[in-house]
């Protein structure tokens, strides 16, 4: 499946960077360096804890991040 999803989202963007996680830390910072790389957007591909994990990351690094989120259902 990651292989699928690298090739349609490189499509999308000049510069894709694919980040897996393992557990809940790793997801909150992954998070938070999207905030503080300032990246286009941002693709979650996971459950609503996923999505929840990343979104909490994401305000932790800043209050109203202004970064498009797509999510993935997997």
């Known amino acids: 499946m990651l292989p699928l ?3 349609r989202l490189g499509t ?3 510069e894709l ?3 897996v996680t393992a557990g809940a830390d ?3 910072k992954a998070a938070e360096r999207t905030v ?7 693709y979650v591909a996971g459950g609503d804890g ?3 994990g990343a979104l909490r990351g994401m ?8 970064i498009p989120i797509g999510i ?3």
């Open 5 to 7: 999803m690298q090739s």
């Open 17 to 19: 960077i694919v980040t």
């Open 59 to 66: 305000l932790d690094a800043s209050p109203s991040p202004a």
């Open 26 to 28: 790793d997801l909150g």
């Open 36 to 42: 503080a790389e300032n990246c286009a957007a941002v």
């Open 12 to 14: 999308l963007f000049e």
């Open 72 to 74: 993935i259902p997997f």
């Open 50 to 52: 996923t999505v929840n």
